[in-house]
């Protein structure tokens, strides 16, 4: 994996346990995808892996709001060929060279328009997030309890600890460590509630 990620110039960063919300775009994608297949599989939900092509050609030629192109065209510096389309006159170039030449300069467009639009949509994204929540900021040496994940019975604790916290590893990260049998774990700030100290 670690060679994979080098030769591709990516850095390999591990997922928070628990918390599909760290994985964003694969979850995203992930839901659409399913969102699609199930409009047209059949009663035989057997036979779904037949429509995976046209759900997927679906997806990479439709716009998408964040980038505002699709990612067909982003790929491949053009819009698909669909079968209703109209033909149209090619452009004919002197060279293969010109081809080439003129596929980087539109690359290079699309991308400084697809970094802009991200942005763009990033931050409204997080406007809207930080008007619905603020996360609670904790300290080295504050003690928390941590929510249980899965299913639980009736009546079963939905919270263990407490827990003590030792450091801020990231934002929404933190690393804790339980009180008795002092094994430290990272977990994300969305399943912590503080402790309160009880007064009379």
């Given at each position: 994996?670690?060679?994979?990620?080098?030769?591709?110039?990516?850095?390999?960063?591990?997922?928070?346990?628990?918390?599909?919300?760290?994985?964003?775009?694969?979850?995203?994608?992930?839901?659409t995808f399913y969102a699609q297949?199930?409009?047209?599989?059949?009663?035989?939900?057997?036979?779904?892996?037949?429509?995976?092509?046209?759900?997927?050609?679906?997806?990479?030629?439709?716009?998408?709001?964040?980038?505002?192109?699709?990612?067909?065209?982003?790929?491949?510096?053009?819009?698909?060929?669909?079968?209703?389309?109209?033909?149209?006159?090619?452009?004919?170039?002197?060279?293969?060279?010109?081809?080439?030449?003129?596929?980087?300069?539109?690359?290079?467009?699309?991308?400084?328009?697809?970094?802009?639009?991200?942005?763009?949509?990033?931050?409204?994204?997080?406007?809207?997030?930080?008007?619905?929540?603020?996360?609670?900021?904790?300290?080295?040496?504050?003690?928390?309890?941590?929510?249980?994940?899965?299913?639980?019975p009736k009546f079963s604790e939905?919270?263990?600890?407490?827990?003590?916290?030792?450091?801020?590893?990231?934002?929404?990260?933190?690393?804790?460590?339980?009180?008795?049998?002092?094994?430290?774990?990272?977990?994300?700030?969305?399943?912590?509630?503080?402790?309160?100290?009880?007064?009379?």
């Open positions: 994996m670690d060679a994979i990620a080098s030769l591709m110039g990516c850095k390999h960063v591990f997922a928070t346990t628990y918390h599909p919300q760290t994985n964003g775009q694969v979850e995203r994608f992930n839901a297949l199930a409009k047209l599989h059949d009663e035989n939900v057997n036979h779904w892996d037949e429509y995976l092509p046209a759900c997927i050609f679906a997806y990479n030629s439709g716009q998408h709001g964040t980038t505002g192109y699709s990612p067909f065209q982003l790929m491949f510096a053009r819009e698909p060929v669909l079968p209703f389309d109209q033909p149209t006159s090619g452009i004919t170039l002197a060279k293969p060279s010109d081809y080439w030449a003129q596929i980087t300069q539109l690359m290079k467009i699309y991308k400084k328009c697809v970094k802009s639009n991200i942005t763009s949509q990033q931050q409204l994204s997080k406007q809207r997030y930080d008007k619905q929540r603020a996360d609670p900021t904790y300290h080295p040496g504050d003690l928390v309890f941590i929510k249980q994940l899965g299913k639980h939905l919270y263990s600890g407490p827990y003590k916290v030792i450091q801020k590893e990231h934002p929404l990260t933190y690393l804790v460590e339980d009180q008795k049998s002092l094994i430290q774990q990272q977990v994300h700030v969305s399943r912590m509630e503080p402790v309160y100290e009880r007064t009379i």
